[in-house]
């Protein structure tokens, strides 16, 4: 039988922020009990008193990961781009052709961004802007979901052994995110991690990363 307790625990588990500010006791327990209490009344399935949300808050041992700022300020050089479209194509069997006849297009072009990924179901391709026409004839007979215009990327070059570093991701999505910067899409890899954001974004997260190594 589900109790108060752990409808409260359940509901602070899923939202990290929650959790991170509890366990860096930084927040006001009444005002949150009111704040998740019509959340609670609706697991519960009936009314539910603020003081018991609050003994529940209180009993709860979020496990915190102390996060190393020393590996942030280890972040390496910034690149920003603007200028950059998306596309999205459902995958085929001739898409991967369609790829090769787009990456032998550019070869010998400098100064273009290209990026291609993929999963099971779709596959991305960021180019810059200037090539939108070349990708739309090489895929004008795969089937396109989207397509996404001025975008610019920042891109970071990560510190050696970034991915033995806990909270690395984390603390730059929570900035970002208590900024109300969204993020339209990433990409990471061994020694550069890159955010694509809508234009009107990218300084305002452009200063809030370059804070971090100072």
Do not use: W
Not at 16 to 28: E, G, Q, T, Y
Request: charge should be neutral.
């Amino acid at each position: 039988m589900k109790t108060i307790t752990t409808c409260v625990h359940d509901i602070i588990r899923h939202q990290p922020f929650l959790d991170d500010a509890i366990a860096r006791d930084i927040i006001n327990f009444s005002g949150l009990a009111e704040d998740i209490q019509p959340q609670v009344e609706k697991e519960m399935r009936k009314p539910v008193k603020q003081g018991s949300i609050i003994m529940a808050l209180r009993r709860y041992a979020p496990h915190r990961t102390k996060i190393n700022m020393q590996h942030l300020r280890e972040l390496g050089d910034i690149v920003v781009r603007s200028g950059i479209t998306e596309y999205t194509f459902l995958n085929s069997n001739t898409i991967i052709a369609n790829k090769a006849r787009l990456l032998d297009a550019v070869k010998d072009q400098t100064g273009v961004y290209l990026n291609y990924f993929s999963n099971y179901q779709e596959s991305n391709i960021l180019v810059s802007s200037s090539l939108t026409n070349l990708v739309e004839d090489c895929f004008r007979s795969e089937r396109r979901v989207s397509i996404k215009e001025e975008l610019s990327s920042i891109t970071i070059a990560l510190p050696k052994n970034s991915s033995q570093f806990v909270g690395l991701y984390f603390y730059l999505f929570k900035l970002l995110a208590y900024e109300g910067i969204p993020i339209f899409e990433m990409i990471s890899t061994s020694n550069y991690f890159a955010l694509f954001l809508e234009e009107e974004y990218v300084n305002q997260a452009f200063l809030l990363i370059n804070e971090i190594k100072k």
